[in-house]
């Protein structure tokens, strides 16, 4: 099992161990980074999880992409994002799945400029590849659900927490989808209702009330999913912060519940 999923800056100031993994943009990486930072390119990571190769149940395949960052699990990794902290999440929820003991940055860039007087390097850090290994016993803090899975376990019961926009979820805004709207039975607690109004996580109490409000059980398994994986990642570290046990993403989230026709989909 790995150690806390949150590390606050003052912590990764001394975290001379770990492999810090920025996830902004490359822009913004070049302009300034945590010296020694290796950038990742979250984007890509993105997309890869959308194709036949690249789905997130490919063991071998992830395996490539994390030791390309100089990841051969020995090491504790931190990752951060411009602050949205979703991008960050996207990219923890892939390496815990697949056996990395990774942390998210609270608050992020955001927070590290904020909190800490530190010179930004400016010059890039290039990670040597290496094998990635899956430790021996290791347990996800969050597993991976698929669609078909789900939809079997919805009907029994399973409950499911819905990170997106009112919008979004009352079938307004469909961004990219066909069909709107939400899974039934469904709770919906938006991500942003997770964090702090300085961008970092809200503490353990405060998530365990915004999911209590919004009728979850703090006993039951739970699944969090968004549109595209990123605020359902979040909410799962959220989850997992408030002290839930038995998490699961439903990283492809609605997007491809929505693209199978034989998906229920519930409206206001």
């Known amino acids: 099992m790995t150690s806390h999923p949150l590390l606050s800056t003052a912590e990764l100031a001394s975290a001379s161990s770990a492999i810090v993994l920025d996830a902004r943009d490359r822009n913004a990486y070049d302009a300034g980074h945590w010296p020694g930072a290796f950038h990742l390119d979250i984007k890509r990571w993105e997309g890869l999880a959308r194709t036949a190769e690249g789905g997130l149940q490919?063991?071998?395949?992830?395996?490539?992409?994390?030791?390309a960052l100089g990841i051969d699990g020995s090491r504790p990794v931190v990752v951060h994002d411009d602050g949205r902290m979703t991008e960050a999440a996207r990219a923890w929820f892939i390496l815990q799945w697949h056996g990395a003991d990774a942390r998210v940055l609270?608050?992020?860039?955001?927070?590290?400029i904020g909190q800490l007087s530190f010179a930004p390097d400016?010059?890039?850090?290039?990670?040597n590849a290496v094998v990635?290994?899956?430790p021996d016993g290791y347990e996800p803090r969050v597993r991976l659900i698929q669609r078909d899975e789900l939809r079997e376990r919805l009907d029994a019961g399973l409950q499911v927490l819905d990170a997106r926009t009112r919008a979004e979820r009352d079938g307004v805004d469909l961004r990219a989808n066909a069909r709107g709207g939400h899974l039934p039975g469904s709770k919906w607690v938006p991500h942003a209702?997770?964090?702090q109004a300085d961008g970092t996580l809200k503490s353990a109490p405060e998530l365990q009330s915004e999911m209590s409000a919004a009728g979850l059980d703090p006993e039951a398994p739970l699944v969090t999913h968004c549109d595209a994986g990123g605020r359902a990642a979040l909410a799962a570290l959220a989850a997992v912060v408030a002290g839930k046990t038995e998490v699961h993403a439903y990283y492809l989230s609605f997007s491809d519940w929505a693209a199978d026709a034989s998906c229920p989909i519930t409206k206001p």
């Not at 490919?58 to 030791?67: K, M, N, P, T």
């Not at 400016?122 to 990670?127: H, N, W």
């Open 106 to 112: 609270d608050g992020g860039w955001a927070a590290l």
């Open 122 to 127: 400016r010059t890039p850090s290039l990670p």
């Open 58 to 67: 490919h063991a071998e395949f992830w395996a490539v992409q994390i030791g």
């Open 132 to 134: 990635f290994r899956r």
């Open 193 to 195: 209702e997770l964090l």
